[in-house]
């Protein structure tokens, strides 16, 4: 309100990720605490991070018409990292990363559940792996993760400056699916297995739902995790050549250009108002 009053010429935008939760939650919000009042009335453009291709929340947010105008899909938005030239692998031993993401839940589930299986050999070959629980998660936490990885092929790493770099030089990535993760691992995975978290939302199954039946990843519900299920999937999807995020990312499945694509955005209103202003004053 104080922008509309004392610098009306500012141009306001929201920038949303591509899936909040699913849309019989997100409308009924949005119509109880005045969302969509709020983003007719105080924003000018409404950026989305994502590809509508992929999901549409204009459609599935059910967006009135003045607001749906004013919607721009930019792409993904994800780290762009220099990766080191990958070592020759001559063992060949597959490599696992999991990763939760921030850590700031599904670590006993998803990490924990991981080293357990793989503790108890039900894996149908050797493997390496490296286990990511991430800078939210509790010290005792990554405490107990680091005594279950003693005398298996895993190794717990407390911090990691950036997942990226672990994610494209492994053979198989385990994670969850919220936007950070799910995003990096489109841009720098070979195959990934998500196991969405699901708690007070539904995004993240969303999501990890939305890139299996793509054909992208494979999804596995928290509540159908089990050591010997993780196992199977983990071995099929090892003996299996194809990667197919390799494979979509040559061809183009994904715009993953978003923090690129917003800066050609905001440069094209700022000379749109610049022309304005000059036109006005001639």
Sequence with gaps: AWLRDQHPACQTII???????????VTETWHKQGIYNLLENCYDQVVIYGSRKFFDPVKAYRMPPRVAERVHFVGHVVEDVSLP???????????IVVTTGGGDGAVEEVA???LAMLGQGLLAGEVTATVLPGPLAPAETVAALQATAVGTSATVESFAPSTSPHMAAADLVICT????????????????????????????LLRATSLSELGLVQCLRPDELSAERLAATINAMLADPAEPLTEARQRG???LEGSANLAKFCRKLLTARETTAEATHD
């Design 85 to 95: 030239e990958a070592p020759a692998r001559i063992d060949r031993i597959p490599h």
């Design 253 to 255: 499945v994904f715009d």
């Design 15 to 25: 920038g949303l990720r591509d899936i909040i939760d699913d849309p019989d939650t």
């Design 112 to 114: 924990g559940g991981f």
């Design 177 to 204: 699916g919220g936007y950070n993760t799910a995003v990096q691992a489109l841009r720098y995975a070979k195959r990934a297995l998500m196991i969405p978290r699901v708690m007070h939302r539904k995004e993240q």
